[in-house]
T-cell receptor, first 115, second 115 residues
Framework: AQKITQTQPGMFVQEKEAVTLDCTYD???????LFWYKQPSSGEMIFLIY??????QNATEGRYSLNFQKARKSANLVISASQLGDSAMYFC????????????FGTGTRLKVLA | DVKVTQSSRYLVKRTGEKVFLECVQD?????MFWYRQDPGLGLRLIYF???????EKGDIPEGYSVSREKKERFSLILESASTNQTSMYLC??????????????FGNGTRLTVT
C-alpha cells in the first residue's frame, strides 16, 4: 500500500534558523514524484517543491530544498533562514508516475517560527 | 500562473439540503480533483476527473457526486447534506503528466458548515 508518514505533528524554529520537516513514504512503484505543499492559516495549499524518483540531484527552490534519500524512502523538506511567514502547515505528498492519478498526502506538520 | 477558483470561501447549509461546490481552472488542465480536509486526517480524495464527463471515485465518495461538463469546471455535489460533511473542501487541478507527475494546483478552499 502507498503511504506517506509525517511523524512531527508540530515544530518550532527560531527566526533565521534552518529547519527540517520529515517525510517518509512507502510505495512499490519504481517511478514516482514527491511534492511538498505549504498551507497558511488562510487555507490555500501552495506548491513548494518537487522531486522525481529518478532525479540524481536533490531539488531546490529558493530557501526550500528537498533531502531525498531513496534507499531510506525519505524526502525531508529543509527550509533555510526561516521567516515568520513560514509559519504554516506543511504537507508531503506522492504520486506514482503511471497507473493512477491519485496523490497520497501525509497528515502534515505544523511549523511555528518564533521571533 | 495557474488559477483555480472555488466559488465560495464559506458556506453554511442545513441538513438535507443539496449543496453545489463549484471549481474552475484556467490552465487547460486535464485532471481535476476534490479533496476534503479534516484535522488529524489530512487530505482525503473524494473524486477526481481526468477528462470531460469522466470521473473516478476516490477514497471517500459516499454521499458525494461530481459533474464535469466542461474541461475547466468540476463541481462537487452533496446530494443531501449531513453534519458529518462539515469540512474544508479543496479543489485542485493538474496536467495529465508524462514522464513525471505534475504538481497539484489548489483553490483557496471552501469551508462548509452543515447545521
Amino acid at each position: 500500500a502507498q503511504k506517506i508518514t509525517q511523524t512531527q505533528p508540530g515544530m518550532f524554529v527560531q527566526e533565521k534558523e534552518a529547519v527540517t520537516l520529515d517525510c517518509t513514504y512507502d510505495t512499490s512503484d519504481p517511478s514516482y514524484g514527491l511534492f511538498w505543499y505549504k498551507q497558511p492559516s488562510s487555507g490555500e495549499m501552495i506548491f513548494l517543491i518537487y522531486q522525481g524518483s529518478y532525479d540524481q540531484q536533490n531539488a531546490t527552490e529558493g530557501r526550500y530544498s528537498l533531502n531525498f534519500q531513496k534507499a531510506r524512502k525519505s524526502a525531508n523538506l529543509v527550509i533555510s533562514a526561516s521567516q515568520l511567514g513560514d509559519s504554516a502547515m506543511y504537507f508531503c505528498a506522492m504520486r506514482p508516475t503511471s497507473g493512477t492519478y491519485k496523490y497520497i498526502f501525509g497528515t502534515g506538520t505544523r511549523l511555528k517560527v518564533l521571533a | 500562473d495557474v488559477k483555480v477558483t472555488q466559488s465560495s470561501r464559506y458556506l453554511v447549509k442545513r441538513t438535507g439540503e443539496k449543496v453545489f461546490l463549484e471549481c474552475v481552472q484556467d490552465m487547460d488542465h486535464e485532471n481535476m480533483f476534490w479533496y476534503r480536509q479534516d484535522p488529524g486526517l489530512g487530505l482525503r480524495l473524494i473524486y477526481f476527473s481526468y477528462d470531460v464527463k469522466m470521473k473516478e471515485k476516490g477514497d471517500i465518495p459516499e454521499g458525494y457526486s461530481v459533474s464535469r461538463e466542461k474541461k475547466e469546471r468540476f463541481s462537487l455535489i452533496l446530494e443531501s447534506a449531513s453534519t458529518n460533511q462539515t469540512s474544508m473542501y479543496l479543489c485542485a487541478s493538474s496536467l495529465l503528466g508524462g514522464a513525471s507527475p505534475s504538481p497539484l494546483h489548489f483553490g483557496n478552499g471552501t469551508r462548509l458548515t452543515v447545521t
